[in-house]
């Protein structure tokens, strides 16, 4: 990614996010970094506990106690939001960045029409008169694929299906035309058709816009069609992160090779899917060394040891591992 | 599959309906014939038929509403079928009560998707286990081989005999589910009906389950209905596929030839929306607008045609029947007879 010409829009340096708990503290974040560039889409992956959506709230400021952002910078076209007030992060949350969250059902206000909840975006973040709010909500409507769009301003979330309301929390993400969005699992709530609708509707908006993604999912077949770049993330560690296609096609940390193994892809003609052995270690008391460790067919006496930092591999590749694979290779 | 017995599950035009309660004021409708009273019947399952022999995994797949869990739950006779004839290992159970059931249950299980509300958080590994088995054993010396087998089982899973001794919280979702397989496994069933087993879980941890499920087939010759809404999941285990719209089966064929030569337009569309990690193959891309009507009233003709790109007013009038199109694929479409039709 070093030695590109296009402006960074977001920089996240050794982030950290701690949750301290009665049981212990879970280093939920633990020194994650990564850049994202305007106009560029980034998937954010690992399974449940990875820290993947704990990695969105943090730049959003919503970390509540008991979590704690311990460390690291994040950078908005080098404005750092980890040292932000409250009250700048209001402007920039709806204005800079906005969130797409996972269930349709409970993101939106059940007490307020569709219309004022997507006029609020416009009233706090613009000096738009009541007319041209209103236009601008119609037609933001229509962009997202729902017909009637006057009439159904005037609607209340229970009249909406579950794909509709996706569609109008998206619809909110982009009225204030915000430089980044976050979704955190927009579609792993919708049936696979309706999935496929809000995708292509995603990536038409975000080009349509020029905005950045960053798309949070447990689903590498999701991201491995939106995505430019892929992150990985397990126990609150990036373990690999490079260009989609290579790293879909030869990953070089076993993690990323497991994840992509166990998938049972449609063109996949094994009897048996590979599986990944073991869970994921209790992430309060992680073990020394490589977290991965316990589950990974190439550890060694040194992974026990040692624990390895992000170092780059092949082409766009870089992988935080003292084995990592070569391709053709599988774990 | 030895012997020239009846299937495992045979299932003849199976109905469900609900009908909706409410208060009499919530029913009342004025139109213009006057007052009437609503009786809303939410259509479920509209007709579906199928059948699994021994050692054979049949998958249902469909999307939210389709009908594919209702018919999981109506074979498992948790709900009582409105119509139509479930037979199990040969035996006609539509009609039976609770009490008939029982000797059923030792022939056919069922394990949940959600594996954190399908145990009883108050009970021990042990018990949750046991309890199908216990139901099942009528003399003390059968009782007394309940802890080994329980043992056993819970070795067989992936589990060891400390954690019999546990509550289900102590456990991962994988380990649950785990748990949930035993129990479905303890009584030896010829036929378990999985409602969504692993839609709940990680990716590695599903691979994991499925790996599971597969084996225990190869071992004990279990059949399994297999319910999922992820066409992946279900290529991976599957040996035939029905796929279900609005309550209707609109095509069952083998695997391999529903994923070669699917012929139903909804089954086309249903393959080109999954993701895939591979790039895209040449894959057909048929884009589905709008969604699945209510089961409250459904469209008159075929289910699909409100969604299909093909839907001519044939499909108002005439609802298609499942007709044989060879290799075991049957398919309930106009198309069939129409193939002009069929352009993109």
Redesign the interface.
Known sequence: MAGKAQPKLLEVRDLRTYFHTFAGTVRAVNGVSFDIAAGEVMGLVGESGGGKSVVGFSILGLIDSPGKIEGGEIRLNGEDLVKAGEARLREIRGREISMVFQDPMTSLNPLHSIGRQMDEVLRLHSDLDVKTRHAACVEMLENVGISRAEERLKAYPHQFSGGMRQRVVIAIALLARPRLIIADEPTTALDVTIQSQILKLMRRQIAKKGASMILVTHDLAVVSEMANHITVLYCGNVVERGRTRELIEAPAHPYTRGLIDSIPDLSNRHERLQQIPGTVPDIRNLPKGCNFRDRCPRAQALCGEVEPSLTAQRGSLSAACHFPLRPGKRA | MTEATAPMLDVRNLEMHFSLGGSVLDRLRFGKKGIRLDRPVVRAVNGVSFSIERGEIMALVG??GCGKSTVAKTIARIYKPTNGELRIDGEDVAEHDFAQMLPVRAKMQMIFQDPYASLNPRQKVRDIVAEPLLQQTATAAERREVPAKIEALLARVGLNAEHAGRYPHQF?G??RQRIGIARALSVMPGLIVADEPVSAL???????I??LM?DLRDEFGLAYLFIS?????V???ADKIGVMYLGFMVENAPRDVL?SRPRHPYTR???????????K?DKEEI???G?VPSALSLPSGCCFRTRCPFAWDRCAVERPDLHDVGDRQTVACHLIDEPERDVA
């Open positions: 999307e939210s991962s994988g380990q990680d990716v590695s941890i599903q691979a994991q499925l790996n597969k809404h992820d066409l992946s999941v290529h991976h285990i994923f569309a249903l393959l080109s929306a999954a993701p895939s990690i591979k790039e193959r884009e589905l607008v969604e």
